[in-house]
């Protein structure tokens, strides 16, 4: 079910092990950190891919190590919420995907892991896949906002309580409500880096939870949702500028509250001269950086990336969500992954 709220993609469809999926990582554009305190957030699903293929077996696998649940808490949570008669699984997980990078690698794990549970279990609304692992991750971090886990099943440009767009679902939990839209990708090239400095996102939200219940608190919050809102806006108005000049009002704000790193600082600074704007995404603190490249200098801003040592990607909003893999789905058949 769906709140009312109209569709967002096709169901997950029945099907039956051995089966595989996938799911897309995702790229924040404005309004990390401050979505969880239920402000607005625009981000992308990324075409870079985490794939999992399940089987039955003997017992719990995963990547051929045994024991997995009790070392995983993403999914021990998983299995608790869609997998109750705990019959063992063989999984194998490939990832495009850098972990620990800001770009919704365990989001990735834990939808293309719901999307084989449901399916198995019969077939599922793709709003409630959005809800539950929303549930899963959120039991396996202890914080955050379901943000991430909507944008890798929805795919595709998203607002989160932006106000703008095609309403699609909405997710709630402890007070907040986050409602879901889809905005019209303007089909641009964002150019993604990744520090290769891990980061954990439960630490960096508890850091920046505490700046937003301190004095002047409501004022910062207010200040990421207006940055988030006229992002929003040029975004819509197709303006790279506009946008880029947002990124960086989103940056200085980030770095006001603690979560940005030297590494980072220092791509920001290698990327700009190709840029019309550039920012951490994600939780900061390590992690990645997204930078909008001027017209035909893409390959120049990740060349300037990949001279730091970094790894560097031009990426597209993915329209795609997490889906099955095979006959009709949007990959290769099982047997042949
Ligand atoms: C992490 O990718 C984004 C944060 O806003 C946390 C969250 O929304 O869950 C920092």
Same mark, same amino acid.
């Given at each position: 079910m769906s709140d009312g709220i109209s569709s967002a993609g096709p169901p997950i469809p029945p099907g039956r092990l051995p089966l595989g999926a996938r799911s897309p990582g995702k790229c924040i554009l404005f309004g990390e950190h401050a979505v969880v305190r239920g402000e607005p957030e625009v981000l992308f699903a990324i075409d870079l891919y985490t794939q999992i293929v399940a089987r039955p077996a003997e017992a719990h696998r995963l990547n051929g190590s045994p024991d997995p649940v009790a070392r995983h808490p993403y999914l021990a949570r998983a299995l608790a919420e869609l997998w109750p008669d705990g019959s063992p699984l063989d999984l194998t997980v490939t990832s495009r995907l850098p972990k620990s990078a800001g770009l919704g690698s365990s989001a990735a794990f834990v939808a293309a892991l719901s999307t084989i549970l449901a399916s198995v279990r019969g077939g599922l609304d793709r709003a409630e896949l959005a809800r539950v692992a929303y549930r899963i991750e959120q039991g396996a971090q202890g914080v955050g906002s379901p943000g991430d886990t909507t944008a890798v099943v929805a795919g595709g440009l998203l607002g989160v309580n932006a106000g703008k767009g095609e309403p699609i679902w909405a997710v709630a939990d402890d007070g907040h409500r986050w409602e879901v839209r889809r905005l019209p990708d303007p089909g641009w090239t964002w150019v993604i880096g990744s520090s290769g400095v891990p980061r954990a996102t439960g630490p960096a939200v508890a850091g920046v939870g505490r700046l937003f219940d301190a004095p002047g608190g409501p004022g910062r919050l207010e200040a990421f949702a207006e940055v988030a809102r006229s992002g929003l806006d040029a975004l819509l108005g197709e303006d790279r500028e506009g946008v880029g000049g947002q990124m960086r009002r989103n940056q200085a704000l980030l770095r006001a509250v603690g979560v940005s790193h030297p590494r980072l600082e220092a791509m920001i600074d290698a990327v700009a001269p190709a840029c019309w704007g550039e920012k951490l995404t994600g939780a900061g603190a390590g992690g990645s950086i997204v930078a909008l490249p001027r017209a035909g200098r893409e390959m120049e801003a990740v060349r300037r990336l990949t001279r730091l040592g970094v790894p560097a990607w031009a990426v597209r909003v993915t329209a795609g969500g997490a889906d099955t893999l095979g006959? #009709?789905? !949007? #990959? !290769?058949p099982v047997s042949g992954a």
């Open positions: 006959a #009709g789905g !949007p #990959g !290769p």
